[in-house]
């Protein structure tokens, strides 16, 4: 038994021994085949790395990307200004202010009452915006960029400097006509679009010159904003009614003022009038500004190339505002007529005194004052439909407005 259990033993090294060998045999064979394999797995990431970035797009490619870049820098924007620069022109005017003498001029007191001293005159520049408006070379700005004007001149975007002359003015309306003699080519006229048609929360687009003689330079300034409110009123000043004016967060700054203000069509919709700076300290934007729509602006304009001046309307009609205590017996906000002229358009419509107009074309009457700033879009010949109250009932009539009589 001892003598086949010492047979065995040396049997079992020697199979422990090839097995042992044969594992470590059959290892080393599989880590080579494997260890092939992964490097050629990692070459091929390795070249497809290398590929990656040496290869170059087809020169198409890059031109079509520059393309797409350069149409997403010319917007409508850009184009809207590129069409209506050219006709954005500077005014620069001299004007004529009357200063009262120091109360302390000894002299002229010694000769005058203090009441009575002979008054000074002093020049002061002011400048201003505008933009043609025919091929005439006719120029539309604002009213106070010209008042007082004893002498002005209009700045063409190619540095072109020609005297200008009033054509004429409306003040109630702040809107004036300028034309200026300049040589062929340099009158490229605005087009205009429609004010009525105006959006809240649209692009604007303000041009004008805050620059023109800090830099001496005529090329417009663009800023761009917003129309932030339509219809927007105000209370008479200096004998100026700013009524239904277009509202815009597009920064307007001194020397902007008769400029244009355009939609992203390159259609001009107002005229850049005046802002809200909040204090007297502050005489610069903050966002808020304001521009005469441009439709009773062309009808201004057509007004004075015709006639030289604004032909005021006559209704023959003398009105006095109602109490509150009044209005509310009524329900009824309005005026009451107290005076109808014989033979005067207001006669011939069939008004009467006592006659309450509540209504006008569809806009609520609360007072006088808004009958003055309504009749800005009202010209002779105009057909205008009055709501009134007469006796209790409401009745609508229409009533042709003429000239006023000189």
């Not at 006008?360 to 309504?374: E, M, P, Q, R, V």
Request: charged fraction near 20%.
């Amino acid at each position: 038994m001892a003598d086949k259990t010492r047979a065995v033993i040396p049997v079992m090294l020697i199979c422990v021994a090839a097995a042992a060998v044969g594992f470590f045999i059959g290892g080393e064979v599989i880590h080579s085949f494997y260890a092939a394999e992964f490097r050629k797995v990692a070459d091929s990431f390795t070249n497809d790395a290398k590929k990656k970035k040496t290869t170059r797009y087809p020169a198409s490619v890059d031109r079509i990307t520059a393309e797409s870049i350069m149409d997403s820098r010319e917007n409508a924007i850009v184009r809207a200004t590129r069409n209506v620069a050219p006709s954005v022109v500077g005014i620069v005017v001299t004007q004529i202010q009357v200063v009262r003498r120091p109360a302390a001029d000894n002299f002229f007191d010694f000769f005058f009452a203090p009441d009575l001293r002979p008054p000074m005159y002093r020049k002061i520049e002011n400048i201003g915006s505008g933009f043609v408006i025919n091929e005439e070379g006719m120029i539309l700005t604002n009213y106070h960029v010209v008042r007082n004007a004893s002498q002005l001149f209009v700045n063409f975007q190619d540095g072109f400097r020609a005297e200008g002359r009033i054509v004429g003015v409306d003040e109630k309306s702040d809107l004036a006509v300028v034309s200026a003699a300049a040589p062929g080519g340099r009158y490229k006229p605005v087009r205009f679009g429609n004010s009525d048609d105006c959006l809240i929360g649209e692009w604007s687009i303000a041009l004008g010159n805050p620059f023109l003689t800090f830099i001496n330079d005529a090329r417009p300034t663009v800023t761009v904003g917003v129309i932030s409110a339509l219809n927007r009123n105000f209370a008479p000043s200096k004998g100026i009614y700013y009524q239904g004016m277009i509202q815009t967060d597009a920064p307007i700054n001194p020397g902007n003022s008769g400029g244009p203000l355009v939609n992203t069509l390159g259609e001009v919709i107002g005229i850049n009038s005046f802002i809200f700076t909040g204090s007297g300290a502050n005489t610069g934007s903050v966002g808020i500004g304001f521009a005469i729509p441009i439709n009773r602006a062309r009808r201004v304009a057509e007004e004075l190339l015709t006639y030289g001046y604004r032909r005021q309307v006559w209704t023959g009609i003398v009105v006095r505002d109602i109490a509150m205590s009044a209005t509310s017996a009524l329900n009824h906000s309005g005026v009451t007529i107290v005076n109808t002229m014989q033979q005067s358009p207001g006669d011939a419509a069939g008004l009467k005194p006592g006659d309450i107009i509540s209504k006008i074309n569809d806009k609520t009457i609360h007072s006088s004052a808004d009958l003055d700033g309504l009749f800005l879009d009202f010209f002779a010949g105009d057909t205008i439909t009055m709501q009134i109250l007469r006796d209790g009932k409401l009745s609508s009539v229409s009533l042709v407005l003429e000239i006023m009589p000189r």
